[in-house]
Every structure is written in structure tokens, then in C-alpha cells.
């Protein structure tokens, strides 16, 4: 018990089942416990009868806002982001902000409004809790603030793997659970079940908090269960199927593990904290959710993948920690936030905060929002920039040394020297540039390798045709400490060429668009090396025969497709196929991280990359209308194209075929470039999100109100623009291609 008990009040939004109310309720009376005065307050008073679902708490004291007026509270946590506007309404001597995820993103593109009010309470003055490493990160890199992480805790009474179930799980075959709120679109319950039903899983069970009695396909559901009741429906299920798009504390996969099952789930937000793909669990990524009949099916004709996801999800379960160490750790932070008086220096810090929060709902606040940077980090920057710019002024003063090393590092996509440190974000100067052909001169050696070291660089030989120059300049990566790669012009190559690429010993040949390949090209690239090709076509009958020809099972050369869902039919199909591989961008190259400030200043408010084809007229006819708008033909050189890109404010992206392969890596390369993009929702779409990473619209009118609003009011998008540029950087290619080649090819493949 504590001596000094304090008196805390949680604000809550409503007191129905959900995940984040009973994390509220658990820290709530875990205080209790600990000799502190918690109560529960509510705009309005309700019935305590609708606490019933969680023991112990309606005893809590139950207040409204009323009866609050006269009674102050050493400490008032705001619970989400509406409860931030009632902290007027509840005196207290401290305030704090309890994030348990990233509101503004549950509102459509249809309420700006509503999304900028819940974004504009992450920089209100208060100090923040959180309750997942994701969302303290997010916090950090998009908002500037610095925050505590509690994480939750886990009832290891109720889950485990040990206790009574609803029945006992099958000895053979599969019991799937499907869990979470219906007509949720971010909680995609329905699209679970249709893959479950695809994947012709008879047993299949449902628990929700709708108010459901029975679903199509489902053998049993179970709805608004106590929470004292759902260990035993996990414990009777092998896998919950969970397909959310935006989760803060990613809880029930967690809460099944402890009773002793597995998960697939997509690679939403939150996942990462305890969740390892094959190790306790299936990962599939967002916009790849068809790979989840194919898991399924594998999990019911092997028990032994099963058990060994089974094993390692105990595994993890028994390093979580309990509630009685989360409570342990909100307690600590209550007191932190209660005992610490606010200094001059720290009042004026959080004034500025606010301010800055406010001018967000009423102009441009991106440089603001970031914190400052010390005069230590600031001084290392200048010099940077000091050095950078006598070296470019100056190249002759460089060493011989120097200048090797500069020059022995070719970047792949740009076909210029490498500098080593050169950051990825200087802009490269906008010039047409001529593929690499080698004419008998061996290609650059790798790059930083020690002489010392037992395993050098991975080498690629990227092949491809002169047509398709510039998509090889987005996507082939720089050469880097990991990895070096040429590009080899087939149209150009000449023997000496293929020659000079064979002594250079390759660890793999990665050729794009594979299925354009001829027979006698496939042969002459397996003797250079291992071939890993790379098809994005739609899979039509002459395609499929065209792929089995090249690459048949019982050949070394592997081919991977952009679309995961061609995976299956190419392997049934008789193509020895990899899997899936998503093309990144190289953000040596296509990466310009641009402040608000700078991007502002663009020279075009909005922008598109389009010709004028019978299918898009109507659309370009409605925009045509729009102040700002330009239409541009595409550029047959890559640095055109990025010199647009990075001119450009707006970037918009109009309806193409739903099997079109080339749309997300667009979308990808415009968002590396630091644009804000409006496009129509994606088919294969990166696990990018609407209103997350970019803005959608469904026809042409909506478009036309999209890009007017984008245009007039900027920095309403501001966040989407920064979050979709970040998560661009997921996909850099020097990355991407190192994983590749270390997942295909054995490590003693890959030594001198």
C-alpha cells in the first residue's frame, strides 16, 4: 500500500467491452490496490450495470463532470483524444495525456475536421504515457514530443494455456478464431472470415463485442463475453485470424498466445512488439491479406508448423509482463507527473507547444513541430555541410585516396561515384544520363570491403532491356557496404561485356520483367549466375506457359512476382517461383525530405504524369478546372521525372486497370520525393494506407474537392505527407536486395 495515496481520475469515453477500456480499468484498480484514490469520470453518469463485464469495476467511484467541479484531483489522465476537451471540466493540480494509439487515424478523409482536432491534441502540453513502442516512436518522429512507455499487462490468471475451455481443441484439423468489433473498417472482421471460408475452414468460431447471434460461415459466435470468460474460447481455438489496419496495443493476439495458440495477423501497427513471423505467429503484410488461405491451408496439412508456432507463442507469453508490472510502471509515472513542479523554463516550453498546436488548425507547422536541435547536434551539422561544400568546390583538393574510394562506389540507378557519407537527401544534379554497357573493362569492385574481412559484398548484376531504363533507375539499388551491383544493357551488351560480368563472379543476376526474356538470353544469364527473375504482369495462359519455359521447377533460376497472389497459380502452375518480392525504391536517388517550409515553396501546387488516353479525360476535364493544376506528359528519362517530382507540391494519380503493376511503385517513388499524393485506393498497395500515407478519392467529382483542398489548405495533409514519406523509407532498395539474396542463397555462397 501506498502511504502517500493519491488522488487520480481517469477520463473515459464510454464503459462498454473494448480493448482500451479494459486497459483503463485494469490500471484504475491496480492503483486502487496500491493505496491510491482512482476514480472514473464521465461527461454524463451511466448505469453502473454496463461495467459489469469487468469484476470490480463498478465499485469504483463513478462521477460526471458536475460533480467534479468542486472536488480537485492531484491528477487528471485524458484517456483519448475527445477526452482532451473535457479537461477543462475536471480540476486537478497536473493533467496527462494516456495515448493508447494514434486516433486520427480512425476518421475517413471525408472529416478533416475530426482528424485535425485529435492530431492537435498530441502537441497539447501535457506529459504523455503510452502503451506501445510504435506509437512513443510516432510521438517522437512525426509530433516532436517525448513520452513514457508502460506497457500492458496480461492477466496470467485468466490467460493461460492451463484452465477450463469451451471445448477441447481438435486432435486433428483446424479451429480458427476471428475476433473483434463488426462494421469496424479498420478492424476488417469481414474480410477474416472470407478468407477463413476460402481457405475451407469448417470450424470456425467468432468473438466480438457486436451484438451478433449468428454469421455466415461461423459454426459458433460468442458475443460480449465477460473478459473473465474469453481465456476459455482461446484455449478452445489452434489460430486467431486478426487482419487489422490500425491497432495502438496490439492485445488478443497476445492474450492467445498465453492459452496456448498461434495468430496470423497483418503487420499493423504494434505488431512488432512481441510478434515474429514463424517464429510464435504468421505475419502477412497489409495489401498481401489473400496470403492468408495459403497459411491456413499449410497449418491444417502440416500439425507440426502448427505446433512449432505453438511452442514459440508460449515462449513469448512467458516473458510478458503482468499487470501487476504495468501498474507498477503507470504508478511511477503518476508520481513522476504529481511531485515534479513545473520550472519557468518548463512552463515556456509547454506554452510554445501549444501555440504551435493551435497555429496546426490555422497554417503551416511542420518546422515547428519539431523539437530544437542542441548546439552540440548543431555544430556537427554546419561542419558537415562545411566539408560537403569545399569538397564540391573543390574536388581537386581531395586526396588520391580519397578520390579512389569516392570513385569506386557507382551507384547503380544514378550511374555516378558515390561519395561515402553523402547523404541520401542531397538533391543530385538533373541530368540525362546513358546506361552503363561495359566494353571489356571489369565492373567497380565493392565498395568499403576490408581486406581483412572472410565475406565480401553481395554481388547483383542487374539485367535489363534499354525500354526500360528508367524503371530500372527507380528500383536498382546504390552500391553500398552490403552490396554492389552493375547493370547490364541487354539491347547493348556485347560479348566482352557478359565476359567481364563472369570474372566479376556475381552472387546472383536479378532480371527485371524476366518474362520478356527470350530462351537464349535465360541461358547465357545462367552461366553468369544464379538467376533470380522478376515478373509483374498479369498471369495470363500464354504468360504462364511463357514463365514455366523460362523458369521450370526443376531449373536453378527462380522467378518472384510483384503480386502475391500469383504466387499459388504459378506454382501449381509447374514455374518454379520464389514468392512474392515488392519492387523498393532507391532512395540514394528518389528520396527528398523536404521541411514544410521548403515544400511549400514547390513551383507546382499539383501535378500529374499522365497522357491524354480516352480513359482519363473525364478525370483531366474535372481537374482542368482546378487554379494550380498541370498535367505532364511522361518523361522518357528518370531525371526528368524526378526533377518533377521535386518541383512538384501535389502529386495526383488517376484511375488505371485494377491489375495494373506499375501504380504502386509509382505512388511509392512520388512519396519517397516528400509529395503528397492523391490517388484512388490501391490493389497492391505496400501496406499503405488511406488517410495514413496518402489521400483517396472514389470519382471524379470527389477528386476535383480532394486536390482544390490539398491546394488551399496544405497543411491540413501535412502529417499524411510526412507519415507517407517515412514510410517510403521502409522500402530502400540497398535493404530490400540485401535481404533478398541473404534469404535465397546460402551464407557459404556468399564467402571469398
Not at 67 to 77: A, N, S, T
Amino acid at each position: 500500500m501506498n502511504p502517500t495515496g493519491r488522488d487520480i481520475a481517469f477520463l473515459l469515453g464510454y464503459p462498454e467491452i473494448s480493448g482500451g477500456t479494459n486497459v483503463i480499468m485494469e490500471h484504475a484498480l491496480g492503483l486502487t490496490r496500491r493505496g491510491h484514490r482512482v476514480s472514473i469520470v464521465t461527461e454524463k453518469s451511466f448505469d453502473p450495470s454496463r461495467l459489469s463485464w469487468k469484476p470490480g469495476a463498478s465499485d469504483l467511484p463513478l462521477l460526471n463532470h458536475q460533480q467534479c467541479r468542486d472536488r480537485p484531483f492531484d491528477l487528471v489522465l485524458a484517456t483519448w483524444w475527445r477526452s482532451m476537451f473535457d479537461l477543462p471540466h475536471v480540476a486537478a493540480r497536473k493533467y496527462a495525456y494516456f495515448v493508447q494509439s494514434i486516433e486520427s487515424r480512425f476518421f475517413p478523409e471525408s472529416q478533416p475536421d475530426m482528424k485535425a482536432l485529435a492530431e492537435f491534441t498530441y502537441r497539447m502540453p501535457l506529459p504523455i504515457v503510452t502503451e506501445a513502442t510504435w506509437i512513443k516512436r510516432h510521438l517522437e518522429q512525426i509530433y516532436g514530443r517525448t513520452c513514457s512507455l508502460v506497457l500492458n499487462g496480461i492477466d496470467k490468471q485468466s490467460f493461460s494455456s492451463a484452465g477450463p475451455a469451451i471445448e477441447p481443441r481438435p486432435s486433428e484439423g483446424l479451429r480458427v478464431l476471428v475476433e473483434g468489433p463488426l462494421k469496424v473498417p479498420f478492424k476488417r472482421v469481414e474480410l477474416a472470415v472470407d478468407l477463413c471460408r476460402q481457405a475451407g475452414i469448417s470450424d470456425l468460431w467468432m468473438l466480438t463485442s457486436s451484438e451478433c447471434a449468428s454469421f455466415p460461415g461461423v459454426s459458433r459466435v460468442f458475443s460480449r463475453v465477460p473478459v473473465t470468460k474469453v481465456g476459455e474460447i482461446y484455449r478452445s481455438c489452434d489460430v486467431l485470424v486478426k487482419l487489422s489496419t490500425v491497432e495502438g496495443m496490439f492485445g488478443p493476439p497476445l492474450e492467445m498466445f498465453h492459452c496456448g495458440g498461434t495468430a496470423i495477423v497483418t503487420d499493423v501497427t504494434g505488431h512488432d512488439e512481441y510478434i515474429k513471423h514463424g517464429h510464435n505467429a504468421v505475419v502477412v503484410r497489409r495489401g498481401h491479406e489473400a496470403e492468408v488461405v495459403g497459411y491456413l491451408q499449410a497449418l491444417q496439412r502440416d500439425r507440426r508448423f502448427l505446433d512449432h508456432l505453438k511452442a514459440g507463442a508460449l515462449a513469448t507469453a512467458a516473458q510478458w509482463p503482468t499487470w501487476e508490472t504495468a501498474v507498477e510502471g503507470m504508478e511511477q509515472f503518476c508520481e513522476q507527473v504529481i511531485s515534479g513542479p513545473p520550472t519557468p523554463d518548463q512552463a515556456r516550453h509547454d506554452t510554445m507547444l501549444l501555440l504551435r498546436g493551435a497555429l496546426r488548425l490555422a497554417g503551416p507547422l511542420h518546422e515547428a513541430i519539431r523539437r530544437d536541435h542542441s548546439g552540440r547536434e548543431l555544430l556537427r551539422r554546419a561542419k558537415d555541410k562545411a566539408i560537403k561544400k569545399l569538397a564540391r568546390s573543390l574536388p581537386g583538393a581531395r586526396s588520391p585516396e580519397a578520390t579512389e574510394t569516392a570513385l569506386v562506389g557507382v551507384n547503380a540507378a544514378t550511374k555516378k561515384a558515390v561519395t561515402p557519407g553523402e547523404h541520401p537527401g542531397d538533391r543530385a544534379p538533373m541530368v540525362d544520363v546513358k546506361p552503363i554497357v561495359f566494353r571489356g573493362s571489369p565492373p567497380p569492385r565493392p565498395v568499403n570491403a576490408a581486406p581483412t574481412e572472410s565475406r565480401r559484398p553481395d554481388r547483383v548484376c542487374f539485367v535489363g532491356r534499354s525500354t526500360g531504363q528508367s524503371d530500372h533507375e527507380s528500383h536498382v539499388p546504390a552500391s553500398c557496404q552490403s552490396l554492389s551491383s552493375v547493370f547490364l544493357d541487354l539491347d547493348r551488351a556485347s560479348p566482352s561485356d557478359l565476359a567481364s560480368i563472369e570474372r566479376w563472379r556475381p552472387t546472383c543476376v536479378f532480371a527485371f520483367d524476366a518474362d520478356e526474356l527470350s530462351p537464349e538470353q535465360m541461358r547465357t544469364l545462367t552461366r553468369l549466375g544464379p538467376v533470380l527473375g522478376h515478373s509483374r504482369t498479369p498471369l495470363t495462359p500464354e504468360r504462364l506457359a511463357r514463365l514455366r519455359s523460362l523458369f521450370p521447377q526443376a531449373g536453378r533460376a527462380q522467378v518472384l512476382h510483384l503480386d502475391s497472389a500469383l504466387v499459388d497459380p504459378l506454382l501449381r502452375g509447374g514455374v518454379r517461383c520464389a514468392g512474392p518480392f515488392l519492387l523498393p525504391i532507391d532512395t540514394s536517388r528518389w528520396a527528398l525530405d523536404d521541411s514544410f517550409e521548403a515544400w511549400s515553396r514547390r513551383s507546382m501546387d499539383a501535378m500529374t504524369i499522365a497522357t491524354d488516353r480516352p480513359g482519363w479525360r473525364s478525370s483531366l476535364a474535372v481537374l482542368a478546372s482546378v487554379q494550380g493544376f498541370t498535367r505532364v506528359e511522361p518523361p522518357r528519362a528518370a531525371s526528368i521525372t524526378r526533377a518533377l517530382l521535386a518541383d512538384s507540391r501535389v502529386v495526383v494519380f488517376l484511375p488505371r486497370a485494377p491489375d495494373d503493376p506499375h501504380e504502386s511503385p509509382e505512388v511509392l517513388r512520388a512519396l519517397s520525393m516528400g509529395c503528397l499524393v492523391v490517388a484512388p485506393r490501391l490493389r497492391v498497395d505496400y501496406g499503405l494506407l488511406a488517410s495514413e500515407h496518402l489521400v483517396t478519392y472514389t470519382n471524379a467529382q470527389e477528386l476535383r474537392e480532394v486536390v482544390q483542398r490539398c491546394i488551399e489548405a496544405p497543411d491540413e495533409q501535412d502529417v499524411i505527407r510526412r507519415t507517407g514519406f517515412l514510410r517510403a523509407q521502409e522500402f530502400c532498395a540497398s535493404a530490400a536486395f540485401a535481404t533478398l539474396i541473404k534469404d535465397r542463397f546460402p551464407s557459404e555462397e556468399r564467402v571469398r
